[in-house]
């Protein structure tokens, strides 16, 4: 089973910040938070991930609490392109596999 | 870098027949993970192989299985397929098998079962 919780959907307005947020309130010291978006029809794609401290790269922000448990994604400035479902996966860093368990994942709608 | 590539995309098949489906890595990545995705049950692991061996295997019958050549490129194969099988397909390819690496999919194969 999934080891994360995400809301089943939400709305940003074009070219605002959106916010997802993700719990993984079992998450042990070694494992690390991935995210990854499914635009419609179309396969997975890696996104962001981290482990403790806060991580930034060219499509978007990850934000984790001191406490691990939960983790924020940011997208900056939202564009109708972003409209996907986004997936927040907790993977053992140090893990002899590339097994990935995807929940749910959080559906994403930018509006114009 | 050509991205993984999965051939076919679409395919159309009876009940009880069998399939095989195809995947390239992105060149240099020896890791290949299969899922399988429908509306019900979500994205799922079917198996992953690295080094034509076969790593970890998800919660699936016999039906489903797959092998990994000396260049990386791997196989799945179903046999005596049934309705429920209909579904998205998708192969991932990684550089390690272990430790932290993201894992980039192809567009999938996109499997009707009638």
């Known amino acids: 089973d999934a080891k994360t919780t995400q809301p089943t959907s939400m709305d940003c307005a074009e070219g605002r910040a959106a916010n997802l947020p993700c719990n993984h309130s079992?998450?042990?010291?070694?494992?690390?938070v991935y995210w990854y978006r499914q635009i419609h029809s179309q396969g997975p794609q890696y996104i962001i991930h981290?482990?403790?401290n806060n991580e930034t790269n060219e499509m978007a922000s990850l934000i984790i609490t001191e406490d691990r448990k939960s983790s924020t994604l940011i997208l900056p400035h939202a564009t109708l392109r972003d409209t996907a479902v986004y997936y927040c996966?907790?993977?053992?860093?140090?893990?002899?596999?590339?097994?990935?368990?995807f929940g749910q994942g959080t559906t994403l709608q930018v509006k114009p | 870098k050509a991205g993984v590539t999965q051939t076919p995309r679409y395919l159309i098949k009876t009940r009880g027949q069998q399939v095989t489906l195809s995947c390239s890595p992105i060149?240099?990545?020896?890791?290949v993970s299969w899922y399988q995705q429908t509306p019900g049950q979500g994205l799922q692991f079917l198996f992953e192989?690295?080094?034509?061996?076969?790593?970890n295997k998800g919660n699936f019958p016999g039906r489903f299985s797959g092998r990994q050549f000396s260049n990386s490129r791997s196989e799945m194969n179903v046999s005596t397929l049934e309705l429920g099988d209909s579904a998205l397909y998708l192969c991932?390819?990684?550089?390690?098998?272990?430790?932290?690496?993201?894992?980039?999919f192809g567009p999938g194969t996109r499997l009707t079962v009638t």
């Open positions: 079992t998450i042990s010291g070694n494992e690390y």
């Open positions: 192989y690295f080094s034509e061996t076969q790593r």
């Open positions: 991932a390819s990684s550089f390690w098998a272990t430790g932290v690496s993201e894992q980039y």
């Open positions: 060149s240099g990545h020896r890791s």
């Open positions: 981290g482990l403790k």
């Open positions: 996966i907790v993977r053992e860093g140090s893990g002899n596999t590339g097994k990935l368990i």
